[in-house]
């Protein structure tokens, strides 16, 4: 077997295996060929061994015209407290090798560990007496408290609304009246009063506006009575219907 | 005592438990109130003025929710009260011209004395952070307000509450590390 022949089984072992035969002749010339015995080092190599012995600089390279490096990303983890992440995170094979993401890292551990110390200052003069002292003469809380707590609990019951409306309605009833109950009951009363309280004011007498109210009735009465008779009854272009009959202040002005 | 505890005797006008909240809270109040204010004895006004609003509103209050970030939230709105009124009436020199709320913490006031030597450089680094990335590390690093909570306080949306966040940790540590390039150095 010669090289180029060794090489080639050597790819195709890689790919799928080979047979018996070919396998002894390929280990026969590893051991007399020193640059394939290394070629088959470098082939058959685990992943780590490979990587241990990559050229410097070869993947920032690489990145660099590609995707770029991640640094950014790395720098969001980690300001977002990612790096506790499971084995599952891709950003310590980052940290390791970049020195600005490994500065960083160590500068946001330390920053957010001394950092919450800011959050109380000293006001060199306590400020406990002046607000005791504008708080003291205020109502206790509580006392507010309970009192708006009952008139909420009050308002807030399911009922509240209905009771409102019924209460709503039974005043408008009393105040406007029913129709058909004029003269009796609560409405009567008020009737009374409203009469009693008009006389007052305009100083005229009970009689004064009975009188009023039934002349008003009786014209109201005078007028509309020969209509209604009328209604019903043939009509008389002749003239002599019964409305000069029962009215005579007005004429009948047929042809 | 538990805040909670504490909260409920409040509530019911312990004098006592007041005292002990005023004395809990003021540190925290008066930092927040400091963050926003240049001027020291603004800054106590503020702080005290808010401890008086929280104790008048301690009864609209829900036991159970966060009660530091509602502390936090009535200190930040009086603060930028006072610095509206200020913008009305300049009385700070250096009072900014854009949004209101970003540039009150446009120039971070660094409290000289007061913290030890070793938070100089924070305070220096921060000073260099823009305003919206300089209050979200104060809200959510210094103060460790939830990002629910700052949303709420900040009228903003969830997301963008994320990522100014993330955004103003990773803007933080390099500015730290301009200044001092051994800073968390990782052996």
């Not at chain 1, 009786?218 to 020969?226: A, D, F, H, I, S």
């Not at chain 2, 009305?88 to 030597?117: N, Y």
């Not at chain 2, 900040?154 to 200044?179: F, H, N, Q």
């Amino acid at each position: 077997m010669n090289c180029s022949e060794f090489e080639a089984l050597l790819y195709s072992s890689i790919e799928e295996s080979i047979g018996h035969v070919d396998a002894v002749r390929m280990t026969a010339h590893e051991a007399s060929c020193s640059r394939c015995r290394a070629l088959a080092t470098l082939v058959s190599g685990t992943e780590a061994s490979a990587a241990a012995e990559a050229v410097e600089g070869l993947a920032e390279s690489v990145l660099t015209q590609t995707s770029g490096r991640p640094c950014e990303e790395v720098a969001v983890l980690l300001a977002e407290g990612e790096s506790d992440a499971g084995p599952a995170a891709l950003w310590p094979v980052h940290v390791k090798t970049c020195k600005e993401c490994r500065a960083l890292q160590g500068a946001l551990a330390r920053m957010l560990r001394e950092i919450p110390v800011l959050a109380e200052l000293d006001p060199e003069v306590s400020l406990v007496d002046s607000v005791l002292q504008a708080t003291a003469r205020r109502r206790p809380i509580a006392r507010r408290r309970s009192r708006d707590s009952l008139w909420l609990r009050f308002v807030q019951r399911p009922r509240a609304a209905l009771e409102g409306a019924y209460v709503a309605a039974m005043l408008l009833l009393l105040i406007t009246g029913l129709p058909w109950a004029l003269s009796v009951g609560p409405v009567r009363t008020l009737d009374t009063w409203w009469r009693e309280r008009a006389e007052a004011a305009n100083g005229l007498s009970a009689s004064m506006l009975n009188a009023v109210d039934g002349s008003v009735q009786g014209t109201w009465r005078q007028l509309r009575t020969p209509e209604l008779k009328n209604i019903g009854q043939p009509w008389n272009p002749a003239g002599t219907g019964s409305v000069e009959q029962d009215n005579p202040d007005r004429k009948w002005s047929g042809t | 005592m538990d805040l909670d505890d504490l909260l409920r005797r409040c509530i019911k006008g312990d004098a006592l438990a007041w005292e002990v909240l005023v004395r809990r809270l003021q540190g925290r109040v008066y930092g927040v109130a400091r963050f926003y204010l240049h001027d020291r004895e603004e800054a106590r006004d503020i702080a005290q003025e808010a401890l008086i609003r929280v104790y008048r509103s301690l009864d609209t209050f829900k036991v159970g929710t966060n009660f530091t970030a509602w502390v936090l939230r009535i200190t930040r709105n009086c603060a930028i009260d006072r610095l509206r009124q200020l913008r009305v009436a300049p009385r700070i020199e250096e009072l900014p011209d854009d949004d209101l709320v970003a540039d009150a913490a446009c120039t971070l006031a660094q409290p000289a004395g007061e913290v030890s030597d070793n938070h100089q450089l924070l305070y220096r680094a921060m000073d260099q952070l823009s305003p919206a990335h300089r209050e979200m590390i104060l809200l959510k690093d210094i103060q460790g307000l939830e990002q629910k909570e700052i949303a709420q306080m900040l009228s903003l949306p969830l997301g963008t509450v994320k990522t100014r966040a993330t955004r103003a940790r990773i803007e933080l540590a390099r500015r730290i590390l301009d200044i001092d390039p051994t800073y968390g150095a990782l052996p």
